[in-house]
């Protein structure tokens, strides 16, 4: 077997607040929206280079307070936009940990946890 993707599933409650954290702040763009008929609960891809997290609102979908981690480059640089955007509900640090990596870890409204590591880039 060989794998060639994962795409991780998210609980969500509300759209215009997952439209507001996802892509107004974390700079996520969708990729698409679906619902089965008017009024039902929205299922939505969202990307970003590369990365992609499947966001539901339907019930039994995902556990709500999940974590993942997305390995990334230029991990300061995305700091300060997120910083600089003064987001009333989350303000994001940088930190180092024990094993020598930098890491910035941000929830979402819904209590999911999504932690951004800095890939080695040796």
Known sequence: ?????M????????EQKAKEFY???LEFGVEFEHRFEEGFPLYMSVTMSGITIHLSEHHGDATPGSTIRIGVTGLEDYHKRLLAKKYKFARPGLERTPWDNVEMSVTDPFGNRLAFYEM???
């Open 1 to 5: 077997m060989i794998c060639h993707s």
């Open 120 to 122: 080695d880039a040796r």
């Open 7 to 14: 795409t991780p599933i998210l609980r969500i409650f509300d």
């Open 23 to 25: 892509l107004d702040f």
